[in-house]
């Protein structure tokens, strides 16, 4: 039997700006409005459903594998945007890279505080 991930939320403070904004910050092909919830879809099928909640939002960590192509578009919108990034997780490393695997990663936050990484080399 073959498990994959089919699909996760983000919980949002608004789902609109959230789902814009992983679309737009990640070259994605936009926000899919056809189903039950706001929806951005990833390159090998996996949703990102975007749920909007009152609470207070707990962030969570989202990491995404790109290419190296991939990664110098979406830093460069991260950089042009004015936008924090760090080496390392818990916002170590300010405005740094990291190298682990022999590849390149950053960390950023989504307008909700939902650490997001991207990485060109898978680690562990």
Avoid: K
Wanted: glycine share 10%; charged share 20%.
């Amino acid at each position: 039997m073959s498990v994959r991930l089919n699909h996760t939320f983000v919980h949002s403070s608004d789902v609109r700006r959230s789902a814009r904004y992983f679309a737009d910050v990640l070259g994605l092909d936009g926000v899919d409005e056809s189903g039950y919830f706001l929806a951005v879809r990833l390159s090998n099928e996996v949703l990102l459903e975007f749920v909007e909640t009152p609470a207070p939002i707990t962030a969570q960590h989202y990491a995404f594998l790109v290419s190296d192509a991939e990664f110098d578009e979406i830093h460069g919108r991260i950089v042009a945007a004015g936008q924090p990034f760090w080496a390392y997780p818990m916002h170590q490393g300010p405005g740094r890279l990291n190298d682990w695997a022999g590849g390149r990663g950053c960390y950023f936050d989504d307008p909700d505080g939902h650490a997001l990484e991207i990485m060109t080399r898978t680690t562990g």
